[in-house]
């Protein structure tokens, strides 16, 4: 299996180079997060450039570059990259190379791309919404919070645009306003599940249990399936041992180690 970790960059640099990894201080911004893995990582990231079809040749050799920790090359393949996107007009294959460079975690070139696909498609609003999620991401609050408030209420992105404001607010502290942004989105979209798990892990993060096992548990209910059920499960039990009712959280956390043997 693999271990995954929230350190310090300065931690994160210095046990780069004792490994022999050079350069990997300049990926770094923001909060990081590490998975440690023990399969086959040339494989592992193989696959991961795979994935993303449409991107151009260059764009691919830049992932390639990355991987190798050639990080020199992997710069000028990232700007070739970005001429020969606009060379051949390629919206999509740009987009989903912005998606693939803010997955990987290089959040500045993520930017940077999307500020380019806005010159070359102003008429997409998705642009400033994948902005300021970036900008949140790389703790710049204030400026992600800025580009979302320039969404108009009648944008068919805007019960998207209340969720992420929902997490740029929570991650301030400021809960009622995240719950209210959250009930707001519902108002619009009351069926979706999404926006349900976001509220009762709202809950969950500050402790109120008793608002989100209802929520939880409705989630649980929904046949469809869902990549975080997981989550709630797991979620869901520590809500009831959080509230003292240990045999119900022991009956949801020997659902999940059924579900993981299954």
Not at 45 to 73: G, H, P, V, Y
Request: glycine share 6%; charged share 25%; aromatic share 10%.
């Amino acid at each position: 299996g693999d271990e995954y970790m929230v350190a310090k960059n300065s931690i994160i640099t210095h046990a780069a180079k004792e490994a022999g990894i050079e350069g990997f201080d300049i990926t770094l911004e923001g909060p990081t997060a590490v998975v440690i893995g023990y399969e086959d990582y040339v494989k592992m990231e193989t696959d991961t450039i795979s994935r993303w079809k449409t991107m151009n040749s260059k764009a691919q050799k830049m992932f390639e570059a990355i991987r190798d920790n050639e990080l020199e090359i992997a710069q000028v393949f990232f700007n070739e990259s970005l001429e020969l996107a606009m060379e051949e007009g390629d919206l999509e294959g740009l987009s989903e190379f912005a998606e693939a460079l803010h997955h990987a975690g290089f959040l500045s070139e993520a930017t940077t791309t999307y500020q380019l696909l806005k010159q070359l498609a102003p008429q997409y609003e998705e642009w400033d919404l994948y902005m300021a999620e970036i900008a949140i991401d790389n703790d710049q609050i204030s400026e992600g919070i800025d580009l979302l408030l320039q969404f108009d209420s009648k944008s068919e992105l805007y019960p998207n645009v209340l969720l992420v404001l929902a997490d740029a607010y929570q991650s301030l502290g400021l809960y009622e306003v995240s719950e209210q942004k959250i009930r707001e989105a519902m108002s619009i979209l009351p069926d979706e599940p999404v926006l349900k798990y976001a509220l009762a892990k709202l809950f969950y993060t500050i402790g109120s249990f008793k608002k989100a096992i209802p929520l939880y548990e409705e989630l649980l209910e929904i046949e469809e399936e869902m990549p975080w059920e997981d989550n709630i499960v797991m979620q869901l039990a520590e809500c009831y041992h959080g509230i003292g009712e240990f045999e119900e959280g022991i009956y949801y956390l020997e659902q999940l180690q059924t579900s993981d043997h299954s």
